[in-house]
């Protein structure tokens, strides 16, 4: 029956996960994805995923991770539009890239501690686009 495998398929998705195969759980995502376009993990496995690639320095799938999630939870967006523009700025040492991130960030939705992060990544992006 389609509809358990397609649960079944998102359990092994967020297992892979949780047993830190990161790179396996986005190659399933995206394979997902390409069947379902509008197929998406929750928000906590969107997430955890985005950051257990970076740790592993798979940038670019991290940054579609984040991009993909803040577009299907906009609560969650200006948080992980932040932490792109700080990647395109601290990772691959890229602050136009930073800044054109930081642009779409909805200010009016930043929590104080997120405020703060998007104000510092923007400085340093600004900064460094001069030099």
Known sequence: ?????????????????????FV???KQLAGARKQH??????????????????????IKPALTV????????????????????SVELSINEDPIAAIKVLKSVD??????QTRAHYLKVAEQATRRAQQ
Do not use: C
């Open 1 to 21: 029956e389609p509809k358990s495998r397609g649960l079944g398929d998102v359990y092994k998705r967020q297992s892979a996960i949780a047993q830190r195969k």
């Open 24 to 26: 396996s759980a986005v």
């Open 37 to 58: 376009a509008d197929f998406i993990l929750s928000a906590a496995s969107m997430g955890r995923l985005a950051e257990g690639l970076i740790r592993e320095r798979h």
């Open 66 to 85: 984040l991009a993909i999630g803040a577009d299907a939870y906009p609560a969650f967006a200006p948080r992980w539009r932040v932490r792109a523009a």
């Open 107 to 112: 200010k009016g939705m930043l929590d104080r």
